[in-house]
Structures are given as structure tokens and as C-alpha cells.
């Protein structure tokens, strides 16, 4: 029994040696961030800001491009910086779809849903999800981001408020009740106390999930959940958890109320071709995502705690993204008076073309619109980071990384590539025309991420960008009181500034204020 306990401790010190001793000296090819020994730069990430942070990592993707390494603790990320290698990693179907390391600090909140999940259940949920923002869906969608735009228009006028001292904060308040009312069925006009705990909740998590992963010794739940941190991200935890079971549940109650039809008419292939507010009649109800997890959930498919899990991702991701999108968007026009009244005109012509209201049809005609927020998404992008554990060797422009790196995507500096983008801090919604788009490489541009690990979103956070800054500009001459160039910018899951942006809304006299669905 001893010899062969020893035989397989022998075994697995010959693996380890033979593994890491090749992944090591792979590693050290590749040009690397000077740090100390065993701890590589653990010191520096836990000394400075989220600013400083984010400064370090803007100065190390200029002197070393296209690639550089570091070390975190035992850990190594290989940051890759050039389009053909990273196509080389995102395109993949089979390979490297696990998102790494960093991901796992996000499993509390998140567990394992569409953002953390990998293999078999990614697909899955994947698959039940898809159907979600089919464009019959996504057609229905559109009146509730008209209808919130409109809410923000009233909010504005009735309150005689010109100046919005943060802009973040006031477009969270209406992307969560957009994402509430679209892919949950709920709305949060009644709840705002509990919404504002929700998001601030949100906040906070960002700050507490980025001071950990850049502390080693944090990584053990067991040492965080005793400190002072650890305790704070318990408490936010609660709270994130007890506002989207909160949703689940009112959602539960509308079918047990309504005694089951509306989730058998998901059965139906032909559901995506039905006005499901005209079947119900009890009570206007629109197709949601949530309404999807719980037929599965009855099916079998999945259970309460995934389906939690999936709302807990969509609920983050689909209203804390977009409200840095718009808020980026807003500040961008509102410096760019002539681009802001070019876009106004489209908004009149294509109203005036549709008798007076917007739909999905009108929206997708919003050409120039659609540039100047890819432009925007272009130079500020609302997800600066992804990762990618490497699940085979791949061999880039000049160096072989190994099999179990961490890949860090730096979409903020891909995206002002000057090889790909010429004069790349310059605002140019001409860049996206499509003379100009069929010529670049399609792996420098990924605000939504690339291939099959994109945004399953991507097409519902389009819709809600132009709609809430069609209503917005329609109604409103965006005056800036912050400036681009004084943004400072801190390390999170999102992209924030460390202070809060301002933003003037000078009230445009119309007759009719409110857009039409």
C-alpha cells in the first residue's frame, strides 16, 4: 500500500515538474512586466488605486505590444493586444471558451450562469436562452425602451432639472427597470428604495470583487469571509440575491394567477410569431427571459438556483453595461454639437416617415445614430477586459503560449489600435460606414466580444442605446458640464470614472414631448 502511494506521489511530482517547468519557461519568452520573485506583481496591484490600476495597465499595453506576461501570486496572465491573436482565441467553437481564473470571484454572486458557465452547461443555457431575443421579441422590447425613454423626458421637464450631477447613477435607475420590465416581466416603478439598494449593491461589488483578485492572499474563501471585506461582500451579496428572488417571485405568482397558460403557449413553435399580450388578456403581459428559465425549470431542465443564477447574470449585465454605454454615449454628443443636431434631423425625418412614432423598423433606420454609438462603444467601451483560460497551445504572432494561461483581452486599447484605427482618440462616426467596415479586421472591434462566447445580447443593447438617446435627443440640446478629456478612469468589471460625469439637458419646446410606440 505504501509503495504505491509513493508510486503516485512520484507520478505527480513528475507531472508537475515536466508541466510547469514547461509552462514556466514558455512563459518567460514572452516579454514580461518586471515584478519580484514568487509574487510577481501581487505587491503593486494591492498597493495602488483602482486609478492607478488602470493607468498601469494603459502604459504596459503601449510598451508591450502586441504581448506581455505577469504574475500574480502562482498565477500567470499573458495580455494580447493584436487582432490576429486574438481571433486566433475568440473564434474557436471547441477550444478556450472557458472564461479563467478571474471569473471564479464572480461565482458567488453569479454561480454559474451564462457568463461564468463552461462546457456542456454553456451550451445548454445557451440554447434555452437564444430564443429570448428572437426579433419578434425584440420588436415588443422596443416600446418598453421608447417608454422608459419617455420616462426620463418627464422626469427631466416636470422636475425643471437641467443639470444631472451623475449621469451613471441617473441611467442605472432606467437600463434596470428597462432589463426589469423586458427580460423579467416586472416593473420596478413601485420598488425605488429597494432599487437603489440593488444598485448600489452593484457598485460596491465591483470594488470589493477587484480588491480581491488583486490580493492572492484574499483568494481562500475561508481568509476573506473573516475579514473586513469579505464581511461587506456578504452583505451586498444578500442584498443582490433578496432583490432578484424578489423578481423570480412576482413573476412565479403572475403564472400560478393566470393558472399556467401563458408558459404552455412556450411549448408552441409557432410562439415566436404570436402577439402574446392579445392571448393573455388577463393582464398586459410581454414575453420575457425569465418566463423561458421557469418552463424549463418545469420541464425538468433546470433548477430554482439556476435559474437565479441566470437572472442574477442578466440582471447585472444587462442594465449596468448599457448605462455606462449610454452615459459614455451622452457626454461624447453633448462635446459634439453638430454630430448631436444631424442626429436630431434623422430622429425627425424618420418620425416624420413613420407618422410620428419609433418602432424596431424606424430604430434600425436610425442609421447615423447607430455610427455615432458604435464610435462611442469604439472609444468607450463599457466592458474594458475580458479572459480567456487557454485550453491547448496556441501560437501567436511570435510566441507559443501554453495550454492553461490566462489570456487578457484589452479591448479599450484594441480599440485604439492606431494600425486599425487611424487618429484613434478622434470621434469619427464615418469609421463605421460600410465602405470603411468591410476592409477592417473584424477581431479590432469587440465592444460585444467575438465569436461563440459573444453578448447573447448585443442586438437588445443596440435597440435600448437608441431608443433612450432618440427620446433624449429629440427632446433635449445635451450641454456638457465634465469634459472627456478630464475623465479619470478606475479598474472594475465595468468601465467607470472615479467621479461622478456631468451632464446639462437643455428642455427643446415641443408640442408632442413624448415619442409614440
Not at 416600446?143 to 420616462?151: A, W
Not at 427571459?289 to 438556483?305: C, K, T
Not at 449596468?320 to 454615449?329: I, K
Request: net charge positive; glycine share 4%.
Amino acid at each position: 500500500m505504501i509503495i504505491i502511494l509513493l508510486l503516485c506521489a512520484s507520478l505527480i511530482l513528475l507531472y508537475c515538474y515536466f508541466y510547469y517547468g514547461r509552462f514556466r519557461r514558455l512563459i518567460a519568452k514572452i516579454p514580461c512586466k518586471s515584478g519580484l520573485p514568487f509574487i510577481g506583481n501581487a505587491l503593486e496591484f494591492c498597493v495602488y488605486s483602482q486609478e492607478k490600476l488602470w493607468e498601469i495597465q494603459r502604459e504596459a499595453c503601449k510598451n508591450h505590444y502586441p504581448i506581455y506576461s505577469f504574475w500574480c501570486g502562482p498565477i500567470a496572465f499573458i495580455s494580447i493586444h493584436h487582432p490576429d491573436d486574438i481571433e486566433k482565441i475568440l473564434s474557436s467553437t471547441t477550444e478556450n471558451l472557458g472564461k479563467g481564473y478571474i471569473y471564479t470571484f464572480l461565482k458567488p454572486w453569479l454561480g454559474t450562469g451564462l457568463l461564468t458557465s463552461e462546457g456542456l452547461k454553456w451550451r445548454k443555457r445557451r440554447k434555452i436562452l437564444t430564443p429570448t431575443f428572437h426579433f419578434t421579441i425584440l420588436k415588443q422590447f422596443v416600446n418598453i425602451f421608447i417608454e422608459e425613454g419617455n420616462r426620463m423626458t418627464k422626469f427631466l421637464k416636470d422636475g425643471n432639472i437641467s443639470n444631472i450631477d451623475d449621469l451613471a447613477n441617473f441611467m442605472s435607475q432606467h437600463t434596470l427597470n428597462a432589463i426589469c420590465e423586458t427580460a423579467m416581466g416586472t416593473s420596478l416603478q413601485n420598488i425605488n428604495e429597494f432599487q437603489q439598494r440593488y444598485r448600489q449593491a452593484i457598485y460596491e461589488m465591483g470594488n470589493i470583487i477587484t480588491y480581491r483578485v488583486m490580493r492572492p492572499w484574499f483568494h481562500p474563501d475561508v481568509i476573506f469571509s473573516l475579514m473586513p471585506m469579505g464581511k461587506k461582500h456578504a452583505k451586498n451579496l444578500k442584498i443582490l440575491h433578496t432583490f432578484t428572488e424578489k423578481i423570480i417571485a412576482e413573476r412565479r405568482e403572475y403564472h400560478k394567477n393566470t393558472g399556467g397558460r401563458y408558459l404552455k403557449l412556450l411549448q408552441d413553435t409557432n410562439m415566436m410569431e404570436t402577439d402574446d399580450e392579445k392571448i393573455i388578456g388577463i393582464k398586459k403581459k410581454r414575453l420575457a427571459m425569465l418566463d423561458l428559465l421557469i418552463a424549463a425549470a418545469g420541464n425538468n431542465e433546470i433548477n430554482d438556483s439556476d435559474i437565479r443564477e441566470e437572472v442574477d447574470t442578466f440582471m447585472f449585465e444587462g442594465h449596468d453595461t448599457v448605462a455606462m454605454g449610454l452615459t459614455y454615449a451622452i457626454l461624447v454628443l453633448a462635446e459634439h454639437k453638430d454630430v448631436q443636431e444631424r442626429i436630431r434631423n434623422e430622429i425627425k425625418t424618420v418620425m416624420h416617415e413613420n407618422e410620428g412614432r419609433l418602432d424596431i423598423t424606424a430604430l434600425n433606420n436610425l442609421q447615423y445614430l447607430e455610427r455615432c454609438l458604435k464610435e462611442s462603444l469604439r472609444l468607450y467601451p463599457s466592458v474594458s477586459l475580458i479572459a480567456r483560460v487557454l485550453s491547448e497551445d496556441i501560437k501567436m504572432q511570435s510566441y507559443l503560449v501554453p495550454s492553461g494561461a490566462v489570456v487578457q483581452i484589452h479591448i479599450y486599447d484594441i480599440h485604439r489600435n492606431p494600425e486599425f484605427w487611424p487618429n484613434p482618440d478622434i470621434f469619427d462616426p464615418d469609421r463605421f460606414l460600410p465602405e470603411r467596415i468591410k476592409n477592417r479586421h473584424p477581431y479590432s472591434y469587440l465592444p460585444f466580444s467575438a465569436g461563440p462566447r459573444n453578448c447573447i445580447g448585443q442586438r437588445f443593447a443596440m435597440l435600448e442605446l437608441k431608443a433612450i438617446i432618440a427620446s433624449l435627443i429629440y427632446n433635449f440640446y445635451l450641454e456638457p458640464i465634465d469634459y472627456l478629456k478630464d475623465l479619470r478612469f478606475m479598474l472594475d468589471i465595468v468601465t467607470r470614472t472615479t467621479h461622478p460625469i456631468r451632464v446639462r439637458f437643455v428642455p427643446i419646446e415641443r408640442l408632442q414631448p413624448e415619442i409614440n410606440t
